[in-house]
């Protein structure tokens, strides 16, 4: 006999070897009828599976939010036997769920086409609707070798030769077609739902070598319903509208060309949004007790082999070689120069927390294929800083820094933030001993904190634990940004000490910490949050004066004048064309106020305020007129500091 543990708390005996599908039907013919899959101690596993000890069990209907991975694997499974049923000979390889959907690789001398797309999804409908059941087997390695040699799956056979000796191969059918796999699935085809759609065909080389075949990869997505699948698929139109590659063409802030791949040809608006952002850091920084530096493009191999980063990273960074045969390396990473800075002269106990702050361009080499816009580059900037400090003032800095890093996402307008805790990875530097100790040193912080936090196992850096702070953008999607790194191990490596209360050499505590993360990247999520749309505080143009009549040239000039004198990054639009026309043109550049200037308002010394996104016109004095745009454009900091220095005055 075992014992089962429900949810609820109740225990229950039951004897060994019952399935998940008996316990069920057990408890309820409702449940049994909508079970999928059961938890036993957390895993998700199959229904029908024996369960030969104690354990917590939780039975998973298609409604639960567990059930979604399963909908999308079987999706997947369920396309690949459509595939070999319309494309005979084509070979079946990989096929795992992904964010929102899943995909499969395929082997295949034609590529596959939109047309292609949708006869398999009819022929997916067809294969779900037979409703055909899922069942596991366990073969040995040599039937299984055989049997897809004997098919011609040669893929599958190099799968196979994989999996460690002694692992269970688990092979799934469903109906007459058979995958390797290791599980678990629903109980049947028809689980599945029609609320899927097979999204793109993209090349993929096999196992992500580029010296291996090229594969055809079909995307896909699933959900639970069709509702569901709609606002999927209407959150993609938004993404597309919003996408900062084509906003960036439209607003002129940058561009991209072949000769600098994963570079950004920064133009004069976007440079101004990208000195905006830098702006308000360096006055915040500045705030928080950062001193500014600034370390070498590029250092000789030796440190970064002193470092750990050429043995985890080396194959990620750009080398040159120079006449006098010296090897050195763009940098990747900004923290063995900061460390090189706070070597420079004594240091004692009193300079801790010591804290260096540097806006750095680092090299990291992408592969092409990876590439995206400014979302993942080769070349960027981090507003990257490390705080020297003792084992003993990690708790303090590190609540501090969650303090500060929130408030500057919500001046940014991004209110819903998750932290995620990224323990040891397989890579590193260190003794297990260290990152207990640094493990522990962050947990204790992010817990004083008071913040939320969920664990994502084995993502930290090499040399160090780390907080992964995530944002929610106003469709939903979630940006990886902030990070803060607790280092036991790199400024010992390379030979930093201070001076403590005893007098002993003693290395400091390396807490690494970007909030922005990569410049690049910040702006163009912040492109695709606003849709364009900025504030007017960090929008690069943020007026624009247009004339209805060259009669009101001379008063359009002097009314750029005044707002350029009162702080505003304006543009004056003095040529010969309708004013609808040039509405039309400075909505799409997305300026955020268009002031328009007649012979009316010459004579009234008076504008038209047109807002970006509304179809009314406000009318009001030149003078109330921007006495209102240079207190919208007032940026959040400064917004603060001006309120608090008014309510000390009014004390």
């Keep these: 006999m075992v014992n089962l543990t429900f949810p609820d708390g109740?225990?229950?005996?039951?004897?060994a070897?019952?399935?998940?599908?008996?316990?069920?039907?057990?408890?309820?013919?409702?449940l049994a009828k909508k079970a999928v899959a059961m938890k036993l101690n957390g895993d998700l596993t199959d229904l029908a599976d024996p369960i030969t000890a104690d354990a917590a069990i939780e039975i998973v209907t298609r409604t639960d939010d567990a059930a979604l991975e399963l909908i999308r694997h079987d999706a997947a499974h369920v396309m690949?036997?459509?595939?070999?049923?319309?494309?005979?000979?084509?070979?079946?390889?990989?096929?795992?769920?992904?964010?929102?959907?899943?995909?499969?690789?395929?082997?295949?001398?034609?590529?596959?086409?939109?047309?292609?797309?949708?006869?398999?999804?009819?022929?997916?409908?067809?294969?779900?609707?037979?409703?055909a059941p899922f069942t596991k087997e366990v073969w040995s390695r040599d039937v299984a070798k055989k049997h897809f040699s004997d098919l011609g799956e040669s893929y599958k056979v190099e799968l196979v030769d994989a999996i460690p000796e002694g692992e269970d191969l688990k092979i799934y059918r469903q109906g007459d077609w058979l995958d390797l796999c290791r599980g678990p699935h629903m109980t049947s085809t028809?689980?599945?739902?029609?609320?899927?759609?097979?999204?793109?065909?993209?090349?993929?080389?096999?196992?992500?070598?580029?010296?291996?075949?090229?594969?055809?990869?079909?995307?896909?997505?699933?959900?639970?319903?069709?509702?569901?699948?709609?606002?999927?698929?209407?959150?993609?139109?938004?993404?597309?509208?919003?996408?900062?590659?084509?906003?960036g063409r439209e607003m002129d802030l940058f561009h991209f060309q072949e000769e600098a791949p994963g570079s950004v040809f920064w133009h004069e608006k976007g440079w101004t949004l990208f000195q905006n952002l830098i702006a308000y850091m360096r006055r915040r920084q500045k705030d928080w007790g950062y001193k500014e530096v600034n370390s070498p493009d590029m250092m000789e191999k030796t440190l970064w082999e002193q470092s750990g980063h050429w043995e985890k990273f080396g194959e990620n960074m750009f080398t040159t070689q120079t006449p006098d045969e010296r090897?050195?390396?763009?940098?990747?990473?900004?923290?063995?120069?900061?460390?090189?800075?706070?070597?420079?002269?004594?240091?004692?106990?009193?300079?801790?927390?010591?804290?260096?702050?540097e806006f750095g361009k680092v090299h990291r080499y992408e592969p092409s294929g990876a590439l995206h816009g400014m979302m993942r580059v080769r070349h960027f900037t981090q507003d990257d800083a490390h705080i020297f400090s003792a084992?003993?003032?990690?708790?303090?800095?590190?609540?501090?820094?969650?303090?500060?890093?929130?408030?500057?996402?919500?001046?940014?307008?991004?209110?819903?933030?998750?932290?995620?805790?990224?323990?040891?990875?397989?890579?590193?530097?260190?003794?297990?001993?260290?990152?207990?100790?640094?493990?522990?040193?962050?947990?204790?912080?992010?817990?004083?904190a008071g913040q939320d936090w969920t664990l994502n196992p084995g993502e930290g850096a090499f040399y160090g634990p780390k907080l992964e702070y995530v944002l929610r953008d106003a469709i939903g999607r979630d940006w990886q940004c902030g990070t803060v790194q607790v280092d036991l191990n790199l400024p010992g490596r390379l030979g930093a000490f201070y001076i403590d209360t005893d007098g002993n050499k003693v290395a400091p505590v390396m807490i690494h910490r970007a909030l922005f993360g990569s410049l690049e990247r910040f702006c163009g999520i912040l492109i695709e949050h606003y849709a364009g749309h900025f504030p007017l505080w960090l929008a690069p143009l943020q007026v624009v004066v247009a004339t209805?009549?060259?009669?009101?040239?001379?008063?359009?000039?002097?009314?750029?004048e005044k707002l350029t004198a009162a702080g505003l990054n304006v543009e004056l639009d003095l040529r010969n064309e309708k004013i609808n026309y040039k509405v039309r043109e400075h909505s799409l550049a997305k300026v955020p106020a268009l002031l328009v200037c007649g012979k009316k308002e010459a004579e009234e010394k008076s504008v038209s305020i047109r807002r970006l996104g509304s179809k009314y016109q406000t009318s009001m004095s030149l003078d109330e007129a921007i006495a209102s745009l240079v207190d919208e454009a007032i940026a959040p900091d400064l917004r603060r500091a001006r309120d608090a220095a008014a309510n000390e005055a009014a004390e």
């Design 10 to 15: 109740s225990v229950r005996e039951v004897e």
């Design 17 to 30: 070897g019952i399935t998940g599908a008996d316990v069920a039907a057990g408890i309820s013919k409702s």
């Design 80 to 131: 690949a036997e459509a595939v070999q049923e319309l494309f005979p000979g084509t070979q079946v390889t990989i096929g795992p769920v992904i964010d929102n959907g899943f995909y499969y690789d395929f082997a295949r001398e034609e590529p596959f086409t939109p047309e292609d797309l949708v006869a398999i999804e009819l022929k997916m409908a067809e294969i779900i609707k037979r409703n």
């Design 190 to 247: 028809g689980q599945i739902g029609t609320a899927f759609k097979l999204m793109k065909v993209a090349g993929a080389y096999w196992r992500g070598d580029s010296n291996n075949a090229m594969l055809s990869r079909i995307y896909g997505t699933a959900w639970a319903n069709e509702k569901d699948l709609k606002a999927y698929l209407t959150r993609l139109e938004e993404a597309e509208k919003r996408d900062h590659r084509k906003l």
């Design 327 to 357: 090897t050195y390396c763009c940098k990747p990473m900004n923290c063995p120069g900061h460390v090189q800075i706070f070597k420079n002269g004594l240091k004692s106990y009193r300079d801790l927390p010591l804290k260096i702050a």
């Design 391 to 448: 084992e003993d003032q990690i708790t303090e800095v590190c609540v501090d820094m969650n303090e500060q890093i929130m408030s500057i996402y919500k001046d940014f307008g991004f209110e819903d933030i998750r932290v995620k805790f990224s323990d040891r990875p397989e890579k590193r530097v260190g003794s297990d001993a260290v990152w207990d100790a640094a493990e522990e040193a962050l947990k204790t912080a992010v817990n004083a």
């Design 548 to 560: 209805i009549t060259s009669d009101a040239d001379d008063y359009a000039r002097e009314v750029k």
